[in-house]
């Protein structure tokens, strides 16, 4: 059982990595070329929408529900609670210091490989 809890846990995290990298890839390019994506992992926010809690604490950092809003690349929701967002260093300190955030990780793109092009059965 817990193999199966594992696999889940990295499959949940190679999709919200895959998501994050289209999301960014989508979002419209910031002036402030030192912001990165990043995935910022919370609590599960009691009484109150996972997104809502995340712009929330987007904005604590960024000045404005507008500017978070702007930022926020997508919300998880569901295999995990957090959320990505292009973000400066500066800004990447500073949200690790909110309340309920539990980590700040930056998104990676992953090649995944296959074995050889060319197989030969005998």
Do not use: C, W
Request: charged share 20%; net charge neutral; no cysteine.
């Amino acid at each position: 059982m817990q193999k199966t809890a594992f696999f889940l846990l990295i499959v949940s995290s190679l999709l919200i990595s895959l998501s994050a990298i289209r999301m960014a890839d989508e979002a419209p390019k910031s002036a402030d070329s030192s912001s990165a994506v990043h995935i910022i992992y919370t609590e599960k926010p009691q009484g109150e929408e996972p997104e809502a809690f995340h712009i929330r604490t987007l904005a604590s950092v960024l000045g404005s529900e507008d500017a978070a809003k702007e930022a926020l690349l997508y919300s998880y929701k569901n295999a995990a609670s957090g959320f990505s967002a292009k973000l400066t260093p500066e800004q990447v300190a500073e949200i690790s210091k909110q309340p309920g955030v539990l980590q700040v990780v930056p998104s990676r793109t992953l090649q995944l490989h296959s074995g050889s092009a060319t197989t030969r059965l005998h």
